[in-house]
């Protein structure tokens, strides 16, 4: 079984800046993809930020040049830097791991944490 955890959402005045994190854990020898996506109450989930095992990385137009994703294989850690924030991107922010390689050489997909609040004031 793998877990992911949050940290590092909270309340922040619009052009602030917030750091996220997202720690796996578990029978974890390599992950593929890991992503930010985000739900604002009304409205779909949407990708926010992606990052393969490569470091390859891939943005939502609304974040480009605001929003940096990047991680740490040894630490199983996906970071978003969240500069120059705006109301609009409050939301709940969850952490994704697309494809997890196990130590006993399974495959599992589609992990999910539990989520972090955002919350930009104007």
């Known amino acids: 079984q793998v877990q992911l955890v949050e940290s590092g959402g909270g309340l922040v005045q619009a052009g602030g800046s917030l750091r996220l994190s997202c720690a796996a854990s578990?029978?974890?020898?390599?992950?593929?993809?890991m992503g930010w996506y985000r739900q604002a109450p009304g409205k779909q989930r949407e990708l926010v930020a992606a990052?393969?095992?490569?470091?390859?990385?891939k943005y939502a137009d609304s974040v480009k040049g605001r929003f940096t994703i990047s991680r740490d294989n040894a630490k199983n850690t996906v970071y978003l830097q969240m500069n120059s924030l705006k109301p609009e991107d409050t939301a709940v922010y969850y952490c994704?791991?697309?494809?997890?390689?196990?130590?006993?050489?399974?495959?599992?997909?589609?992990?999910w944490g539990q989520g972090t609040q955002v919350t930009v004031s104007s």
């Open positions: 994704n791991a697309d494809e997890v390689v196990t130590v006993a050489g399974t495959h599992e997909y589609d992990y």
């Open positions: 578990g029978s974890i020898f390599s992950i593929n993809a």
């Open positions: 990052i393969d095992s490569g470091g390859s990385t």
